[in-house]
Every structure is written in structure tokens, then in C-alpha cells.
Antibody, heavy 125, light 110 residues
Framework: QLVESGGGLVKPGGSLRLSCAAS????????MNWVRQAPGKGLEWVSS????????YYADSVKGRFTISRDNAKNSLYLQMNSLRAEDAAVYYC????????????????????WGQGTTVTVSS | IVMTQSPLSLPVTPGEPASISCRSS???????????LDWYLQRPGQSPQLLIF???NRPSGVPDRFSGSGSGTEFTLKISRVGAEDVGVYYC????????FGGGTRVEIK
């Protein structure tokens, strides 16, 4: 099970830190992801982090503003979001993937099989 | 990689089959022989759910009326007999490169 928290209302330019608490599986064995969904829109991948945090990837739309991290001792995943924009408003989901591999630039993976319920981020003045 | 789904909307009669197409702008076939293409269903008001991974594999717990096929740039999700519980938006997603989702196909009951 995955449970997100930390969403809320923030002004443009502000910051927010999302958390995702994992239970029921060995968190440290899995890579994790953040996926978001703007109101009335489709799904957008945001970021991935490997099980040991050695590999981290971001969508171009958030690179330099968002930071993904994890604490395996606390079974928790995080997303630090800075310099927030109106277009960052969305429901943010954390999701576990089933596995994959690494090339120079990419983490190729498959099967996000466990998802949280999502946490809503609203960016407005 | 751009993912294109069709149709955008799919009205179906309960008990009848349904099919959704997904095309990618580049091949999703890795040198390891796997296609990095997944299918997800997002029921109204719910989080997405994995239906098919690596093009044609069904996770445990997903009914066998769902099947995935295809390779390279052309993929298909088939539902052999649509039920009321299958209503929602279906997304294909590639994760061979920077992950991208298709625009979604909304399945509704006639």
C-alpha cells in the first residue's frame, strides 16, 4: 500500500514537499515513481528513483525545480517541489514499478503495479 | 516518444468485445526482446490500475478478459467481454525512454 500526503494550496513560486508512505512490501527492493494528473487531463510521469537512490530521473517540465528522494529506513518516498507554477497543479501519485534496467540516459522500466490514492496540489495566488 | 491512442471514446455494449489501439513514434522493442509498453485503467474517481505490462503480460488479479498484443510501434488492448466495471479511461504508456502516456481512451457503456 502507498499513501501520499503533503498536498495543498501554494502560491506561484512557492514550495511544497510531498510524501509517500509504503507498507506491505519491502520498500527498499523497488524503484519508485511520481506521476501527476492535471485537472481533467491525462497522466504525466514526473520522476523516478532507483531502490538505492543511485539513479534519479526527471521529466523536462520539472527538472531543476523538483527533487525526488527516498528514505528506505522509513519506507518513504518524497518529492520536494520548488518554484511552483500554475501548470504544476495536479493530483500527484506515487507508484511502485515492477523492475527494469539502466542505460546511459534512461531508466527503462515496466509495470507500475502499486499506486497511492494521490494528493492534490493547487497552485494559485 | 509520442504515444497515440485511438479511438478517443469507445461506447460498448455489455458482453461485447472492445479494442483499443496504441501507436508509438519509435519502436518500444528493447534489445532484450521485451516491448516496454504498459496498459492502465483509471476508473472514475480512482487511481490508475495496471492491466498489462511489457506489451502482453497480465498481472495477477487482472481478469483474463483483458489481453495485450503488438510489438515495435503498434499495440492493442482487447477486452473480450466488456462489463460495467470496465468503464473508465484506458492509457497506454511507454517507459523505454523518458516515460510518456497516450492521451487516453474513454470506455463507456451504451
Amino acid at each position: 500500500q502507498l499513501v501520499e500526503s503533503g498536498g495543498g494550496l501554494v502560491k506561484p513560486g512557492g514550495s511544497l514537499r510531498l510524501s509517500c508512505a509504503a507498507s506491505g512490501f519491502t520498500f527498499s527492493d523497488f524503484s519508485m515513481n511520481w506521476v501527476r494528473q492535471a485537472p481533467g487531463k491525462g497522466l504525466e510521469w514526473v520522476s523516478s528513483i532507483s531502490s538505492s537512490s543511485s539513479h534519479i530521473y526527471y521529466a523536462d517540465s520539472v527538472k531543476g525545480r523538483f527533487t525526488i528522494s527516498r528514505d528506505n529506513a522509513k519506507n518513504s518516498l518524497y518529492l520536494q517541489m520548488n518554484s511552483l507554477r500554475a501548470e504544476d497543479a495536479a493530483v500527484y501519485y506515487c507508484a511502485r514499478d515492477m523492475g527494469g534496467g539502466y542505460s546511459d540516459e534512461y531508466y527503462y522500466f515496466y509495470g507500475m503495479d502499486v499506486w497511492g490514492q494521490g494528493t492534490t496540489v493547487t497552485v494559485s495566488s | 516518444i509520442v504515444m497515440t491512442q485511438s479511438p478517443l471514446s469507445l461506447p460498448v455494449t455489455p458482453g461485447e468485445p472492445a479494442s483499443i489501439s496504441c501507436r508509438s513514434s519509435q519502436s518500444l522493442l528493447h534489445s532484450n526482446g521485451y516491448n516496454y509498453l504498459d496498459w492502465y485503467l483509471q476508473r472514475p474517481g480512482q487511481s490508475p490500475q495496471l492491466l498489462i505490462f511489457l506489451g502482453s503480460n497480465r498481472p495477477s488479479g487482472v481478469p483474463d478478459r483483458f489481453s495485450g498484443s503488438g510489438s515495435g510501434t503498434e499495440f492493442t488492448l482487447k477486452i473480450s467481454r466488456v462489463g460495467a466495471e470496465d468503464v473508465g479511461v484506458y492509457y497506454c504508456m511507454q517507459a523505454l525512454r523518458t516515460p510518456t502516456f497516450g492521451g487516453g481512451t474513454r470506455v463507456e457503456i451504451k
